[in-house]
């Protein structure tokens, strides 16, 4: 080899190197932060994540949201399609607490509650919706898109749902998922994302 060439082979070394330590570190990770690391029978990682589209959600005080309430921050949304219940409240409970365990990393994720519209109040017996809370309405069947797009059959018993900053329905878990396992898949979320 030629004298000349090694100048060329050390700056082609030198550009390329950072690559090939990064694909030989990241490779085989899944997009979604290495969740393959953090084993949770509970997670449903949707493969084609489904947009929440651009459009208000109803409130249960009358109002309604702004059109991208899905963007710009992480959503933790817990959805059922009966009214809520004593077991709603422990979910409500429970995702109020996870909430509270991210810390410093709170403010990025807002907390939905999202009932049928003949639920308005959204709250079961009188109890009350942990502070903080935004109580979303959804029609009878076919009059929310939100609603289809969350599975309107999966959601009689209650699931949670977590919505990226860009409004991409990305995990759902049951009702009664382990908190713990819960709170670390939204740390590792956060962890990696740059947004939101």
Same mark, same amino acid.
């Given at each position: 080899?030629?004298?000349?060439?090694?100048?060329? %082979?050390?700056?082609?070394?030198?550009?390329?190197? *950072?690559?090939? &330590?990064?694909?030989? !570190?990241?490779?085989?990770?899944?997009?979604?932060?290495?969740?393959? @690391?953090?084993?949770?029978?509970?997670?449903?990682? %949707?493969?084609?994540?489904?947009?929440?589209?651009?459009?208000?959600?109803?409130?249960?005080?009358?109002?309604?949201?702004?059109?991208?309430?899905?963007? /710009? #921050?992480? /959503?933790? %949304?817990?959805?059922? /399609? $009966?009214?809520?219940? +004593?077991?709603? +409240?422990?979910?409500?409970?429970?995702?109020?607490?996870?909430? !509270?365990? =991210?810390?410093?990393? #709170?403010?990025?994720? $807002? #907390?939905?509650?999202?009932?049928?519209?003949?639920?308005?109040?959204?709250?079961?017996?009188?109890?009350?919706?942990?502070?903080?809370?935004? &109580?979303?309405?959804?029609?009878? *069947?076919?009059?929310?898109?939100?609603?289809?797009?969350?599975?309107?059959?999966?959601?009689? $018993?209650?699931?949670?749902?977590? &919505?990226?900053?860009?409004?991409?329905? %990305? =995990? +759902?878990?049951?009702?009664?998922?382990? @908190? $713990?396992? !819960?709170?670390?898949?939204?740390? #590792?979320? =956060? /962890?990696?994302?740059?947004?939101?």
């Amino acid at each position: 080899m030629s004298r000349r060439a090694w100048p060329i %082979i050390a700056v082609a070394a030198l550009c390329l190197g *950072p690559f090939v &330590v990064a694909l030989l !570190l990241y490779a085989g990770r899944d997009s979604f932060g290495g969740f393959d @690391q953090l084993p949770n029978p509970d997670r449903e990682l %949707i493969e084609n994540p489904a947009v929440v589209p651009l459009e208000p959600l109803r409130l249960a005080d009358g109002g309604r949201t702004d059109p991208d309430w899905a963007r /710009s #921050r992480w /959503s933790l %949304i817990y959805a059922r /399609s $009966q009214p809520c219940d +004593a077991n709603c +409240a422990v979910a409500l409970d429970r995702l109020d607490q996870v909430w !509270l365990a =991210l810390g410093g990393e #709170r403010d990025r994720v $807002q #907390r939905l509650l999202l009932v049928p519209e003949e639920d308005a109040a959204g709250v079961p017996d009188g109890g009350a919706v942990p502070d903080g809370f935004v &109580v979303g309405l959804f029609a009878g *069947p076919g009059g929310n898109t939100l609603v289809e797009l969350l599975g309107r059959e999966r959601l009689e $018993q209650g699931r949670y749902f977590v &919505v990226d900053p860009l409004g991409n329905i %990305i =995990l +759902a878990y049951p009702g009664t998922a382990d @908190q $713990q396992r !819960l709170l670390e898949d939204l740390e #590792r979320l =956060l /962890s990696v994302s740059r947004v939101g």
